[in-house]
DNA sequence: AAACGTCCCAACCGCAGAAGT
DNA sequence: TACTTCTGCGGTTGGGACGTT
């Protein structure tokens, strides 16, 4: 995996920085960045054998490192500390990163308390990394028993008759019987098991790239996407065997936007890195999998038929593997969106995402009806407000998958009290409101406390601004 | 072989909260 | 209570290594 000695380190700091150091001025004289020397180390490493860990500025004060104190605390957490465990993640700790990641969100700190050795800046590049292999290869983020794992541990705290968010002590971070999940808020969504097909290369789109082309076309298909927008957040809870909805892309338009061009092998290469129990043995299967798919056209040209590469590939390695999520389509974002919150990566990325879903078939569908060809639908669209919204998205305060699910399953359980027309994800009701959908939802769902931060406000914004809407709307531009 | 793109990691930055005065 | 300093955290960046075209 990443096996970086402390040779190559040297080489790196001697290569780069070392001649020229930057020099930041201070109060006691010029302090040094950028790579620490095999010398300052040592120094670093005196200072903290003879003082102990603490009182970081004094470091640079007494020991004659041009250091900040901010810098050597790093250095010596990350990197000096004699109880750092060096080397490649075991399974197990990856394993458990992503339970923690599922449970906590982004909190480096405390999945470092939670692995012994392990530091926060560490885990924080694996995960950064892996989420980035996760989603060149469209693949979600959490395996399937992870998130049974949470549901579980979830349905039986009903019966505490509790709900806790993740506390901020640090204490019972992935003890999930403090949560509860009010059922009835996602019994429908099993109905979804059966509705939407999984198809990890449509949804291989950073979110950005799909904004900017300015493809929009509002029409019948807003339910669709209205539905699809709310399956997203109850796929990860029930998490069973439903399948996202591909994505529709209109052939008129330029469909380089909806498939990046990652050569087949490549694909293959990061299916093999994310799948790490993939032996060379399975290269030729996996290889004709993902080549024989014809992958990006087929999606094009047949965009709804109910993929099975994905299944295929989870038949035959018998489980999920490690931070795949059959079924889910918990993708992330571009990079450097946060992944603070799985389930808003997940938001941005499905926001603008093109699905149908035939508005007939009420608000959440089955799959009776045949999927019409991609050219039927032809529709593309684009909201920038709700775009930016969902760019914006969701800054939850601890962002765990659980605890925003959670709330954001609360807050829906609220609205309902308010309407049955806006009750969960209707939307396709909600044009019949006689109140104003969008502002009603806005304020139902847009609890700026939630986890989700603005998730379902966003998600039910878009919605709203699509299916009610009026193109005049402040922000809301469709380009016929 | 060169150019290019991506991966990976160390380190920095800004912010917030805790602790001290 | 207000202010300052310290500490820790999370996000981001820079650059070498490596792979691909």
Redesign the pocket.
Known sequence: ????TNG??D??RS??HQDSPAI?EASNGPLK????TSTEDAILVDYVTKHGE????AVQKHSGLSRC???C???WA??LRPDLKKGAFTIEEERRIIELHASMG?????MAAELPGRT???I???W??RI??LQ?AGLPIYPREVCQQVLNGSQESQNTGTLQTTDTHGSNLIQMDHFKIPEVEFEKLEINQVLLSYSPTVLDIPASNMLKQGLTNVGETNVGVTQAFCLTQADILVSTSYTPVHMVVDSSHNNNFMFPTI?P??RL??LQ?VFPSLDGSVDSDLSSFIQSTDYYSEKITGSFHISSEYDSLMNTYGQPPLGVVRGSHALLNDS?S?S?EPLCGLMKLELPSLQYSDPQQGSWGTPTSPLPSVESVDTLIQSPAAEQTQLDCLSPRSSGLLEAVLYESGTWKNSKKCSNHQTSFACSDLEDCSLNPYETEWKIHGDPNSPLGHSAASVLSACTRISGSSSDEPGFTPIH
């Open positions: 995996m990443r096996i970086m190559v380190e080489n790196k290569k780069g930041e960045k950028g790579p620490w603490g009182n970081w500025n104190g901010k810098s605390r790093l250095r990350n990197h982004n909190k480096w700190a405390r926060d800046n560490e924080k590049n694996y950064n990394t980035k292999r060149r050569h092998h490549k290469r990061e890195t450097n946060s603070s």
